[in-house]
T-cell receptor, first 119, second 116 residues
Framework: AQKVTQAQTEISVVEKEDVTLDCVYETRDTTYYLFWYKQPPSGELVFLIRRNSFDEQNEISGRYSWNFQKSTSSFNFTITASQVVDSAVYFCALSPLNAGGTSYGKLTFGQGTILTVHP | DAGVIQSPRHEVTEMGQEVTLRCKPISGHDYLFWYRQTMMRGLELLIYFNNNVPIDDSGMPEDRFSAKMPNASFSTLKIQPSEPRDSAVYFC??????????????FGDGTRLSIL
């Protein structure tokens, strides 16, 4: 069985602060994908990043960065210089990778972290 | 444009009964997803379709659950027989791309299912 835990239910910051959203996962699979999704108040689910379990390089995309540490089963997400538009629910997710290198559809999500950025 | 439309909004039924949840995706979207959300498990992807064809149902919990998409504008998720542990909010979503594309998935308002 696989499980994703986002311990922070809600985070509130003021604009321009940096904020880190934690994600810890459990899986018996040796290969897997990790994801982050954003769900803004409008309700749609927006894909942010996918990371293979065998690629532990950290990634930066603009103000977003991700820190993957297999040793601690964590895949944390940092927003630098947060903006009001970053206010949303953020979901971390996990899916197994089969031997062919394509993922199954069985996405398991964390509970989500509600991020509120105040002006 | 109308968003994803789900019905019913709420469903309360006794265990053992058949439950059918319905979804109308956004016109033109080629992917449709069924999710379940509970406090214990969070958000789970149950199954998704591409062009009306089920692509991956590995998230479906057991044989009591089945989903169909007879045409591009309609999908059903059926639970038979229902059990109290099936109580959850069930979401339908649609998008232009698959679950790992950068196309956003648009969610319906969900069906709150309570099995007594």
């Amino acid at each position: 069985a696989q499980k994703v835990t986002q311990a922070q239910t809600e985070i509130s910051v003021v604009e321009k602060e940096d904020v880190t959203l934690d994600c810890v996962y459990e899986t018996r699979d040796t290969t897997y994908y990790l994801f982050w999704y954003k769900q803004p108040p409008s309700g749609e689910l927006v894909f942010l990043i996918r990371r293979n379990s065998f690629d532990e390089q950290n990634e930066i995309s603009g103000r977003y960065s991700w820190n993957f540490q297999k040793s601690t089963s964590s895949f944390n997400f940092t927003i630098t210089a947060s903006q009001v538009v970053d206010s949303a629910v953020y979901f971390c997710a996990l899916s197994p990778l089969n031997a062919g290198g394509t993922s199954y559809g069985k996405l398991t999500f964390g509970q989500g972290t509600i991020l509120t950025v105040h002006p | 444009d109308a968003g994803v439309i789900q019905s019913p909004r709420h469903e309360v039924t006794e265990m053992g009964q058949e439950v059918t949840l319905r979804c109308k995706p956004i016109s033109g979207h080629d992917y449709l997803f069924w999710y379940r959300q509970t406090m214990m498990r969070g958000l789970e992807l149950l199954i998704y379709f591409n062009n009306n064809v089920p692509i991956d149902d590995s998230g479906m919990p057991e044989d009591r659950f089945s989903a169909k998409m007879p045409n591009a504008s309609f999908s059903t998720l059926k639970i038979q027989p229902s059990e109290p542990r099936d109580s959850a909010v069930y979401f339908c979503a649609s998008s232009f791309g698959g679950p790992y594309s950068n196309q956003p998935q648009h969610f319906g308002d969900g069906t709150r299912l309570s099995i007594l």
